[in-house]
């Protein structure tokens, strides 16, 4: 009798149909219908939740209280379950095709409400800026020609470029002098100090215009003067003037730039203190041991290695100023050569009804962003490209 021999051969392999369930999964039709059905019911809800919020008021006690703590709970909620579900979606695919697949779905929700309130109104602005004034029937050009015609219209154009050309320089530089010497004091004196220039950043701009018409406020000569500035210049002995109307050398343009610098400041102080503290300190105690001085340490050392924050707030401020509008608003209105470009597109859309010139004008003011902008993306790629 032969016995037969038994060879220990290790673990087997799993036969390829297994190992390529194992590495590609399977598909499973309930979980995508599961999730996709979810993702629809929960988008339904909370879409006709806030419709009634706004049509059904009464519905909510009409309380303000009530329905702005519900939206949050259902803005939130909504969006925690919509993801939820999203996932138990993708998941039912093969694995493979899942895992590639979930970056771009849950992306897809934020593009998609960028495209919603960002790209859709600028296309729409766009092709309005070729109709008539209450956007029913095309004009082509005309639009364009009547706000290029317009004397008003260049001497905005003037107005944006002053305040573009004076307002973030300024800005930055009285930033990174606060932020340099309030990094000489002790560290008490240094947080009184940043406070105090940082706290005009928690005024809104129609607040901050409000308390600085005590500052320009005018009274007919005679009168007693409640501006702070026109009480200084009487009691020197001069004659109160109206700061906001005198638009000789853009002087009222000028004072409204002041406002803006000062809601600024702050802004720019803290960015660049940051950045004047990440800077190490082995090169700058190297440059000391030279024999260099305070001032040349700073503007070899300390400056070019803070020049990308420099850039990245003068920029932002850049673009602030662009669509600066509740200033002008709520002081001048425009009045005395001192309107801008985003005021000067709100009256021509709600006291002028005219539509198209509106979106004609908010296409220029388009114009003369994006390039900053995309300076701006070619510049924070270059930095991060170079650390």
């Known amino acids: 009798m032969t016995t037969a021999t038994q060879t220990h051969k290790g673990p087997q392999a799993p036969p390829p149909a297994e190992d390529h369930e194992k590495k ?79 970056p771009y779905a849950f ?45 008003h ?13 004076i307002v973030p320089v300024v800005t930055v530089a009285f930033g990174l002098a606060v932020a340099v010497l309030a990094d000489k004091l002790s560290p008490a004196g240094e947080n009184a100090a940043k406070s105090m220039i940082f706290l005009p950043m ?37 004659d109160p003037q109206p700061w906001y109307q005198i638009d ?26 940051s950045a004047i503290k990440g800077v190490p300190e082995d090169t700058v105690e190297a440059g000391r041991m030279d024999g260099a001085s305070e001032i040349r340490v700073f503007w070899q050392i300390v400056f070019p290695q803070v ?7 003068l920029i932002t401020v850049l673009i602030l100023v662009l669509k600066v509008f509740d200033l002008i608003y709520v002081t001048t209105n425009g009045l005395y050569n001192s309107d801008v470009i985003a005021n000067l597109f709100f009256r021509k859309l709600f006291t002028d009804q005219q539509a198209g010139q509106a979106s004609a004008i908010v296409v220029v003011l388009l114009i003369l962003v994006v390039p900053i902008l995309i300076y701006q993306v070619k510049s924070f790629r270059q930095q991060e490209a170079n650390r």
């Open 24 to 102: 590609h999964g399977t598909a499973r039709p309930a979980r995508v219908l599961v999730g996709a059905v979810g993702m629809a019911v929960t988008a339904w809800f909370v879409c006709n939740a806030f419709l009634a919020f706004a049509y059904y008021p009464q519905w909510f006690a009409n309380s303000g209280i009530l329905i702005g703590l519900l939206g949050l709970i259902l803005g939130i909620g909504g969006s925690v379950v919509f993801f939820l579900f999203l996932n138990i979606c993708i998941e039912g695919f093969p694995a493979r095709f899942s895992a590639g697949l979930i």
């Open 107 to 151: 992306l897809l929700p934020g593009f998609s409400l960028i495209g919603i309130f960002l790209l859709y109104p600028t296309v729409q602005t766009i092709v309005y800026s070729f109709a008539n004034d209450d956007s029913t029937a095309w004009v082509g050009l005309d639009n364009y020609r009547a706000i290029f015609s317009s004397g």
């Open 202 to 238: 928690a005024i809104s701009f129609v607040g901050a215009a409000t308390i600085w018409a005590l500052v320009y406020a005018y009274n007919s000569p005679g009168e007693a003067q409640t501006g702070l500035l026109n009480a200084i210049v009487t009691t020197l002995g001069g």
């Open 248 to 273: 000789t050398a853009r002087l009222n343009s000028l004072a409204l730039m002041v406002i803006l610098i000062w809601l600024q400041t702050g802004f720019a102080m803290v960015l660049i203190s």
């Open 307 to 313: 020049r990308p924050t420099l850039i990245a707030v």
């Open 153 to 165: 219209f260049w001497s905005t154009l003037l107005n944006n470029f002053l305040w573009i050309l």
